[in-house]
């Protein structure tokens, strides 16, 4: 079953686009923020747009929902060829989230 949603979940972004925050329920946020340190997500961001690099997390721009935001980080993690488990995904959006974005 779980399986068969996660499938879901990768073969049908259009899906993931109507999700709300309750996608990030029971993510596992210490790995998220583990995998956020260990793969230079801020330092590459901070050497864009300087500071911290949280200004590049923009709530208001086109990522407007939690949806949205995960298969952002989907996206990212590809083109940087992290080679992420679904639920590795789930986690770092989530930490996003919690600490920038906040969707509900
Ligand atoms: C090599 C540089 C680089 C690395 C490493 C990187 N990013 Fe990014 N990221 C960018 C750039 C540049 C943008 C802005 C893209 C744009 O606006 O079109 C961006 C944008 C984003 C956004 C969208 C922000 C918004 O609200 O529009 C998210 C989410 C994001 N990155 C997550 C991550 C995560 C998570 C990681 C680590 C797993 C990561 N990025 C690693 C360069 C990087």
């Known amino acids: 079953m779980k399986t068969a ?3 879901l979940a990768l073969f049908m972004p259009a899906l993931a686009l109507a999700q709300g925050a309750d996608i990030f329920k029971g993510a596992d ?3 998220g ?3 956020i340190a260990e793969n230079k ?3 590459c961001h901070a050497s ?3 500071g911290d690099g949280s200004a590049i997390y923009r709530p ?3 990522i407007n929902n939690a949806g949205l935001l995960r298969g952002m980080v989907e ?3 590809t083109q940087l060829n992290l080679q992420l488990f679904p639920e590795e995904v ?7 989230n919690r600490d920038h974005y906040k969707f509900r």
């Not at 789930?90 to 996003?96: K, N, P, Q």
Request: hydrophobic residues 55%; glycine residues 8%.
């Open 5 to 7: 949603l996660l499938a």
């Open 29 to 31: 946020l210490a790995l």
């Open 33 to 35: 923020a583990r995998l």
């Open 41 to 43: 997500c801020v330092q």
């Open 48 to 50: 864009k747009v300087g």
């Open 60 to 62: 208001k721009g086109r």
């Open 75 to 77: 996206n990212c993690s």
């Open 90 to 96: 789930t986690a770092i959006a989530a930490v996003l």
